[in-house]
């Protein structure tokens, strides 16, 4: 178990780098407001603004944004009485210009730094025990803090301005309108402007390595089954032994056809494989990189047992999947289908966007838009599943839209082929025999961290490191799809 300082330290160098400067200036408005000064209105907003929107972005990291929601409202109330009243305590004068002349105070400086505190407090704790950001006390205790920041640097806004000019004080009785408006439109904002970047193209995003070796005639041909919806999903089928099959997924942006080797490799040592492509992806579905709602890879996969015959009792099935299509494994593993598979294998998989197991953008794989990902996840926990179609990642490749790749995923692809942000709590209940396999080289991830996570985890996942591959050749070079299929016989 990592110490105290150790968690510390992981806090901080995964906080992103936006943040810093950003504290800089908090702290630097906050120096400035010691001593008298003469500015407008809009200046005095710049903190309580900033409050504001950490406290809201902080309800979407949560587990349940709902329950955070309520209790950060309710800590808003008290808050801006308070604020209020701080605010009317400071010694201002209204100009005939309407700009303001305060007397110096430590209310400004105070303020910005508990905004960071009450984030990195509850980071260290979080970080420390993540179980607890599950429970119920620490979401509302998070929702909460956050509420009470925002509504005593409202409320003091407010306060400063209402001082020495009966002019004002009708106009905070709109107030709690304001404040919902400027919710309103900060979301609106956020969901409308917000959008994975532009990332440089690499190399082994546009084509496998090897790929262009491949015989043709060797890759079978598209299947498809029905989905209860009435869409297609695709697959391709690598026939042996009929009481042993594989579902074989694939990895993000990629189909059905990028397995084609680890296919190849499993059907040598014995598994009938059926090798899908997700919804979204390899002419699955109906649109490409998207779904129509965040469960729908889940249903996809039960129709796809039931449509293949493969729910027969006498059959041994074995999900496998490949970097996202590895989290997708892992989700299965830990949820309520979990019994549909007798065994699970994970190459290379993508965990969490904060597990230790993940380099930056994915090793500059992903681009990924944040502050879009939050709102929608606000208002999906609020049960307002809206905008989900819109994109949230891009990945790093030229390539198109097409019926072997995907270069984006909306909202409710995103979240549907990975597991939640209680990640740990579910890779800790997963009780199917499971193994995780992913080459030392690995770029997208840390290879070395996957151990010491699922030691402390889930110890009855077999995690193996396969020497001198990289993240695709786990998928391209024979060594190691040979080292997967074998893995795999293991679990038998």
Known sequence: ???????????????????????ALVVWLGILGLRPRTLPLWRLAILPVVGLLFSVAGIGQLPRPALASVTWLAALAVGLPLGLWLGRRRAVRRLDDGRFELAGGWFMLAFGLSIFAVRYALGVVFGMAPALRAEPAWIAL??????????????????????RSSRWMPRL??????????VVAGFAGVIALSAPGELPRLMAGDSLPGSDKWNPAEIPAVQRVTARDGAPLTYRLYPGRPDRAVVLVHGSSGASISM????????????????????????????????????QLDDDLMDFIAATGLSDPKIQRTLIGF??????????????????????????????????????????WASVAVPRVVALSILDGLGLPLFQNLEVVRFATAARPSENRTPAYSFRLAVGLQLSREWRAELARIDRPTAIVVGAQDELFRAEQYRPLFGTLDKHVVVEIVPAFGHLDMIAQEQAVAAVALLWRRLL
């Open 142 to 163: 998070a929702g909460g803090s956050g509420g009470l920041v925002a509504g005593i640097g409202l409320g003091w806004l407010g306060g400063v301005g209402a001082v």
């Open 173 to 182: 009785a709109w107030a709690p309108a304001v404040l919902v408006l400027l």
């Open 260 to 295: 084609h080797k680890s296919a190849q490799a499993l059907q040598a040592a014995g598994a009938t494989v059926y090798a899908i492509s997700l919804r979204g992806h390899g002419g699955s579905g109906i649109v490409n990189g998207d779904t129509s709602h965040a469960d």
């Open 1 to 23: 178990m990592p110490s105290p300082f150790e968690t510390i330290f992981q806090i901080v160098t995964h906080t992103p780098l936006w943040v810093w400067p950003l504290m």
């Open 323 to 364: 970097s996202s299509g590895g989290g997708f494994v892992l989700r299965t593993a830990s949820g309520p289908n979990r019994h549909a598979f007798d065994a699970y294998l994970a190459i290379s998989p993508y965990i969490a966007q904060d597990s230790p197991t993940t380099r930056p953008a994915s090793g500059g």
